[in-house]
């Protein structure tokens, strides 16, 4: 069984850092592209980033990029999401999602393609 699970949320102030961890278990995570979704309430979920399963290619959406890095460990089965600059007056819940199938390049813009979800990590940042 496919277990992801996301830490390091929480609440930080409009310009700040914040650091989230993605851990995966129950398959070969070397294998499969990682991405990172979030979704603020009442708006539908969107891509932030994502990483191929070797780590050399990344994707990033338009609105963070320059200002989010992610990254991947795997001998450690963990993704990361490192965020700087972050804006204010925002809530997002930020999940961590595994492809449904190995050795594919990623796209945050299908979502559909990610089948292995995390219950996500909540990102506040204050003003």
């Known amino acids: 069984q496919v277990q992801v699970v996301e830490s390091g949320g929480g609440l930080v102030q409009a310009g700040g850092s914040l650091r989230l961890s993605c851990t995966v278990s129950?398959?070969?995570?070397?294998?499969?592209?990682m991405a990172w979704f979030r979704q603020a309430p009442w708006k539908e979920r969107e891509g932030v980033s994502c990483?191929?399963?070797?780590?050399?290619?990344?994707e990033y959406a338009d609105s963070v990029k320059g200002r989010f890095t992610i990254s991947r460990d795997n001998a450690k089965n963990t993704e990361y999401l490192q965020m700087d600059s972050l804006k204010t007056d925002k809530k997002d819940m930020y999940y961590c999602?595994?492809?449904?199938?190995?050795?594919?390049?990623?796209?945050?813009?299908?979502?559909?393609?990610?089948?292995?979800w995390g219950k996500g990590t909540q990102v506040t940042i204050s003003s």
């Open positions: 999602a595994a492809d449904q199938s190995p050795y594919r390049s990623c796209s945050i813009a299908w979502p559909t393609r990610f089948s292995h």
């Open positions: 129950g398959l070969r995570f070397d294998y499969y592209a």
């Open positions: 990483i191929i399963w070797i780590g050399r290619s990344t």
